[in-house]
């Protein structure tokens, strides 16, 4: 069945860095347009980048240039880099297709304080 599972949040604090990792497996991952999505305390979760499979990226604007997102379809995973981190940022963090969205990981926990 279709896995995603998410890892490398933490407690980091502001300016600081983190890269996400989530591993797929379970369907055709090189053929999706995958994103990074997050959910802060009280909030809906957003989608915050994509990355198509030929490596096209697209981000929401209150994380560009901070935020890189990445993919390595040999080893079915997606990679976010995030950089200059702010309190803003603080939520729980998921990798999914951007179409067709499968059942949700546990995600992985961000928490931007000083």
């Known amino acids: 069945q279709v896995q995603l599972v998410e890892s490398g949040g933490g407690l980091v604090q502001p300016g600081g860095s983190l890269r996400l990792s989530c591993a797929a497996s379970?369907?055709?991952?090189?053929?999706?347009?995958m994103g990074w999505y997050r959910q802060a305390p009280g909030k809906q979760r957003e989608l915050v980048a994509t990355?198509?499979?030929?490596?096209?990226?697209n981000y929401v604007d209150s994380v560009k240039g901070r935020f890189t997102i990445s993919r390595d379809n040999a080893k079915n995973m997606v990679y976010l880099q995030m950089n200059s981190l702010n309190p803003e940022d603080t939520a729980v963090y998921y990798c999914?297709?951007?179409?067709?969205?499968?059942?949700w990981g546990l995600g992985t926990q961000v928490t931007v304080s000083s």
């Open positions: 379970g369907f055709i991952f090189g053929i999706n347009t």
């Open positions: 999914n297709r951007v179409v067709g969205l499968y059942q």
């Open positions: 990355v198509t499979r030929g490596g096209s990226t």
